[in-house]
């Protein structure tokens, strides 16, 4: 039974209330079903923990099943990586299966269902089958061929086993009823022709059985109590019950199916094709990419299989689909990582310092803590030297009040070591910090109890000894989209949405205690982040994947963008305020800027769609977007864009009229434009009382043209 003390999900409470109608303990029995045609990703993940769980939670068993029927798109590739992620994420499946293992029953079932005349070889082309199916507002017909006689079918079935027909000759179809408001019930596909040869059963087969076909007759031949599936496959579910109605024996258990929310992940796609196509078209580095979704992925840029477990935990199982943002799925690693990753030191982008007063040639080993999140994770020992790495950005060498880092004249800390006081600095020919020239308070060292070593100073520095220091490369990975949900417009190609950014590789150099650092080891980068070892690493050359950084810096940007938007909005009613032209272009410069620096093309959006309104302070906005945004006008809703034109052209103000006719004349669509000839012709003809010479100068322009 689950456990009492937590509350059940819908799910939980499907199976509690199966067990009080008389359904025993001991039939309970779930699954896990990939189909093996690409890597798993983190929604995968949440499924694997919602059945494995399961079995967990009340002592049941768990199959692996693989809906391998389709060789077309399946590969044994996939097949070794899924039971990877499977056992990495934790879990052991009670038995490993195939739906190709029941290709042999599947056909004897589907003769039977020929012949009892509830199934039947269709030989129109597939142009002509869409037609005959019908709309979801109009009933199908029946197909010319539906009426063919069992012997007939049977023939054609087996001459189709045989390998006697090419690919698209005949289908064998499911005869249930053509007029049925379920699309999926208007005689379904069962089998299809294909020469092609499978990952486990070479080219045995020449026919193979479609997914509702196989999956819940695979579920009835495991005896699996529960099949759960997500929310796209709850049309499918009256399918499921028709297939079982015709091979169900009184004398065993009847599986049910039963649907779920997908959990859609923000800056993310997990569509197995769009994967595919990022792999493909060489926008990530394979499948494993540490900016994919994938659980390979993950798993290589540091991820633990213990956050990826809490994280489906956490989101928990719904009844609707819905987009969880990414921060809590870095929340999940940040929890984990800070409790088991040592703290160690590295500079990723280092400036020289140079302790002037500490003697040349001398050395120390100070001692550092490995963790203070555990105490047992002891100390190790750190060199410190004359010459260390900093940060670049940890020192300035005028700095405002509220930088409580490096500046000249200021102390700050070395971490584990000496108060430091800025005293000089040496530049390039260009003017470029070379070197940073401190002293040191020699009495100053931490944990040593000295008065010096407990004064209050305004910063902690990380560095490592220049001496001692190990380059490495390191690789800075971001958010693979810049928009929360990139594959969410219909009229937009979800690879608009790569990030540019999404990878920056820089060398660092790092403390001498990682020179034994293996792959998938995890680390945080004091004051930097928690960063893993990279497969790609060897003892000349490491190698770091940054996982996440201490912060949620998407927060902070998101917040940044908002109030940029919101201050915008405030500016704009300056525009109308102010008397001269210079006034207005400046007000238009700034605002203008502030758009261009937004990267979230859904916060645009949002903000374009909610400023189409009789203000003219809105509509100007709105056409500002439209100008200084890095998107197009038909990059936007397209009804939107209409209604934006067909206002501002309407507009009491000289100032969005004119906003409005540049931004129609930049658009390249001439069919786009043409729509609103009517209303530019009216202008021009009738100028309103406040139009400004600039827009009449322009509708001169956009008339005669």
């Not at 609707?320 to 929890?335: K, W």
Request: glycine share 4%; proline share 4%.
């Amino acid at each position: 039974m689950a456990s009492e003390e937590k509350s059940l999900n819908f799910i939980e409470q499907i199976i509690e209330e199966d067990v009080k109608s008389g359904l025993s303990n001991t039939k309970l029995r779930f699954r896990f079903p990939p189909e093996p045609n690409g890597y798993l990703h983190i929604g995968h993940a949440s499924s694997i923990a919602l059945n494995f769980g399961l079995g967990i939670d009340y002592q049941s068993p768990v199959n692996l099943r693989f809906d391998d029927t389709n060789p077309e798109k399946e590969e044994q590739e996939f097949v070794d990586a899924i039971k990877k992620d499977v056992e990495w994420l934790g879990y052991t499946w009670a038995e490993e299966c195939y739906a190709s293992d029941y290709f042999q029953q599947l056909y004897d079932w589907a003769v039977l269902l020929i012949k009892k005349d509830k199934a039947y070889v269709d030989s129109q082309s597939s142009e002509d089958m869409a037609i005959q199916k019908g709309t979801p507002t109009t009933p199908g017909t029946d197909s010319p061929y539906r009426n063919r006689s069992v012997e007939e079918n049977l023939d054609l079935f087996e001459r189709m086993k045989n390998g006697e027909f090419e690919a698209g000759t005949h289908i064998l179809r499911a005869k249930i009823d053509m007029k049925s408001t379920n699309m999926l019930m208007r005689d379904p596909i069962m089998y299809r022709i294909l020469h092609k040869e499978h990952h486990r059963t070479g080219d045995a087969w020449k026919i193979y059985p479609m997914y509702d076909w196989a999956h819940g007759q695979s579920d009835y031949l495991e005896q699996i109590s529960h099949s759960f599936c997500t929310l796209e496959f709850l049309p499918h579910r009256e399918l499921y019950d028709w297939f079982l109605d015709q091979i169900f024996d009184d004398n065993k258990l009847r599986p049910k199916q039963r649907e779920f929310a997908r959990r859609n992940l923000s800056h993310t796609v997990v569509s197995k094709r769009k994967l595919q196509q990022l792999v493909k078209e060489k926008h990530v580095n394979g499948w494993d990419d540490p900016r994919m979704s994938t659980i390979s992925g993950l798993r290589r840029r540091g991820y633990t299989a213990a956050s990826l477990r809490n994280f489906a935990n956490t989101i928990g199982i719904a009844k609707r689909d819905n987009l969880i943002n990414v921060s809590v799925l870095e929340f999940c690693i940040r929890e984990d990582l800070n409790k088991i990753a040592p703290r160690v030191m590295a500079v990723l982008d280092p400036v020289k310092l140079v302790i002037t007063n500490y003697p040349e040639g001398k050395e120390e080993w100070l001692e550092a803590e490995n963790n203070q999140e555990d105490e047992n994770a002891g100390f190790r020992k750190v060199p410190f030297s004359r010459e260390l790495y900093i940060e670049r950005e940890d020192f300035l060498e005028e700095a405002p009040a509220k930088f409580f880092r490096l500046t000249l004249g200021k102390e700050v800390r070395l971490k584990n070591a000496y108060i430091i006081k800025g005293e000089s600095v040496i530049k390039d020919e260009n003017g470029n910090i070379t070197e940073i020239h401190v002293t040191y308070d020699t009495d100053s060292l931490s944990g040593s109890g000295t008065e010096a070593s407990q004064r209050k100073v305004s910063g902690t520095l990380h560095w490592v000894s220049i001496q001692h220091a190990l380059e490495a490369e390191v690789r800075l990975y971001d958010r693979l989209f810049t928009d929360e949900a990139p594959d969410s417009y219909k009229d937009k190609n979800f690879l608009d949405f790569v990030n540019p950014n999404s990878l920056e590789i820089v060398t660092g150099y790092v403390e001498p205690s990682l020179a034994t650092a293996q792959n998938e080891d995890k680390f945080q980068f004091q004051r930097l982040g928690y960063f893993t070892v990279d497969k790609d690493s060897t003892p000349s050359k490491l190698v770091f994947n940054k996982t996440v950084g201490l912060k949620d810096a998407w927060e902070e940007k998101g917040k940044k963008e908002e109030n940029s938007i919101n201050n915008s909005l405030k500016d704009i009613n300056k525009y109308f305020k102010v008397e001269t032209k210079p006034e207005r272009i400046a007000i238009e410069s700034a605002i203008g800027e502030n758009i261009k620096n937004i990267s979230s093309f859904s916060l645009l959006q949002n903000s374009l769609k909610k400023n189409i309104n009789n203000n003219k302070a809105s509509l100007l906005f709105s056409q500002f977007i439209l100008k200084y945004s890095n998107w197009k006008s038909t990059d936007f809703e397209e009804e939107d864009i209409k209604k934006l034109y067909s206002m501002s052209l309407k507009s009491e103000s000289t100032y969005v009229r004119s906003k409005a006719l540049l931004n129609l004349r930049d658009i390249e669509s001439g069919s786009f434009k043409n729509q609103f000839d009517d209303e530019i012709l009216k202008l021009y003809s009738n100028p309103p009382k406040n139009a400004s010479e600039r827009e009449i100068e322009i509708l001169s322009e956009m008339v005669k043209k």
